[in-house]
């Protein structure tokens, strides 16, 4: 007997209730920074604070590079559900967890160039960067856990399962902050207590993991293959899917790092300001995150089951959350902005350079809310070459478009050429997604009576 269609209704119960879990674990991340800048903050010397901000600024650049063991692992272990073939899962799982310490121990084997390397470009005082380089020296040390992390996230979440995610991050984040508090306030260390605090955090939280995991693995079915762990020819598909989504990341570290260095060219205060308007970015996207991880999971279960009509419900009732969230941060921000960058700031001169900038962060949501919920969509079809390609035609656009606006621009109006350009940066990404997105259902990704499918993923 055939399945009967999903229901719009139950599809945007099934995204909600993915979605939540995501979105409430994101918040723990922002709080666990305060906690950092506060405890340290409070010793007798910045350059404390000055360390331990380049240290989390250079592992949270390194690591967001390494987010691909999420994002593949979810992607493919989705596909794998829903062929209902679980010595696949199995094995997704094995091979991420093998991938991620292989590379864990690289990056410990070659961490002072890689340090040394990354706070030249951070480009800090000597005193705070040779404390910072301390700092970096322990942190490096949890390498293997935080990627094996992102493996076991991505695995959970490639099953519908993103209450684990919430109770790995939180476990984290808890322990994180308890070991700041004790090894900095209570025992007297400085920024190498909270470096030693994140590390064993980092490894708590894995040893959660792996005891999740264990559980998790005693439902399914089918067995580890040796071949499929230990052939180089079996990661291919891995290597595919996580290659091309590294160097997407690049292309957006890069496109962050260059808006960052325009700003910074423009005055400490300019700085200051884009640097406040930023966390209005990364607060919507705690949002918008959690609605395209859940289209992952479910557009990449529908794939694996060759389900068409469910992956076009899924995607649909995504659309809707993310739309409403968009529109709710491009509302708060429009009657609300000046009270926000208030809260972030109580620097006068700060605050009115901002606000002044404002417009752009009422558009933004509205703009780059697709591209979010487009690179879950291609994510769980693990259509990672049309995520790359978007990245980088956005790049031909947004350089530019920076280019000739900040000469063309009347003095004082440079910054108003970068934000410009930025948001054309969103608008050409969510252009070519939507674009892509578009030819695959008519092309792929739809039901054929007479003909069947051959393919399913996109690489």
Do not use: C
């Amino acid at each position: 007997m055939p399945e009967l269609p999903e229901t719009l209704h139950s599809a945007r119960r099934r995204v909600w209730t993915l979605a939540w879990p995501i979105i409430l674990s994101n918040v723990t991340v922002p709080l666990l920074g305060l906690v950092d800048t506060a405890v340290v903050g409070h010793l007798p010397d910045a350059r404390y604070l000055a360390a331990v901000t380049l240290g989390a600024t250079l592992f949270g650049f390194l690591y967001w590079g390494f987010g691909f063991l999420r994002m593949g692992t979810t992607g493919l272990t989705s596909q794998a559900a829903g062929r209902e073939d679980d010595s696949e899962v199995r094995n997704l799982l094995g091979q991420s967890l093998l991938l991620a310490a292989g590379i864990g121990t690289l990056l410990i084997v070659f961490s002072k160039p890689l340090i040394a390397f990354g706070l030249w470009l951070l480009d800090g005082s000597a005193t705070a960067t040779q404390l910072a380089a301390e700092y970096a020296q322990i942190r490096i040390l949890s390498a293997p856990a935080v990627l094996a992390n992102y493996a076991i996230l991505g695995w959970f979440l490639g099953q519908q399962n993103s209450r684990v995610t919430l109770a790995l991050l939180v476990l984290t984040n808890g322990v994180n902050i308890v070991l700041d508090l004790l090894f900095v306030v209570g025992l007297g260390m400085a920024s190498n207590g909270v470096a030693w605090a994140t590390v064993i955090a980092d490894y708590t939280a894995l040893a959660f993991g792996v005891w999740r995991v264990a559980h998790q693995l005693r439902l399914l079915q089918g067995r580890f293959l040796r071949e499929r762990l230990l052939g180089l020819a079996a990661y291919g598909e891995l290597f595919q899917v996580n290659a091309n989504l590294f160097v997407r990341t690049l292309g957006l570290l890069f496109a962050m790092a260059f808006f960052t260095s325009r700003g910074a060219a423009q005055g400490d205060t300019v700085l200051a300001a884009n640097a406040v308007l930023m966390q209005f970015i990364m607060l919507t996207s705690y949002g918008l995150d959690g609605f395209a991880h859940a289209v992952e999971a479910i557009a990449g279960r529908a794939v694996g089951r060759r389900r068409w009509d469910e992956f076009a419900v899924a995607v649909r009732a995504a659309t809707e959350f993310s739309l409403l969230t968009a529109a709710t941060a491009a509302l708060a921000f429009a009657l609300a902005g000046n009270h926000l960058v208030a809260l972030l700031t109580g620097l006068p001169e700060v605050r009115a350079t901002a606000g002044h900038y404002l417009p752009w962060m009422v558009a933004m949501p509205l703009i780059a809310v697709w591209s979010y919920l487009f690179d879950g969509v291609f994510i769980g079809a693990t259509a990672i070459r049309e995520m790359r390609n978007s990245i980088f035609v956005a790049l031909a656009a947004y350089l530019p478009i920076w280019w000739l606006g900040s000469r063309l621009a009347p003095p004082g109006g440079e910054n108003h050429a970068l934000w410009l350009a930025f948001l054309s940066f969103a608008v050409v990404r969510s252009a070519v997604l939507v674009g892509y997105y578009l030819h695959h259902r008519r092309a792929h990704w739809r039901h054929r009576e007479r003909q069947r499918d051959v393919t399913v993923t996109f690489r």
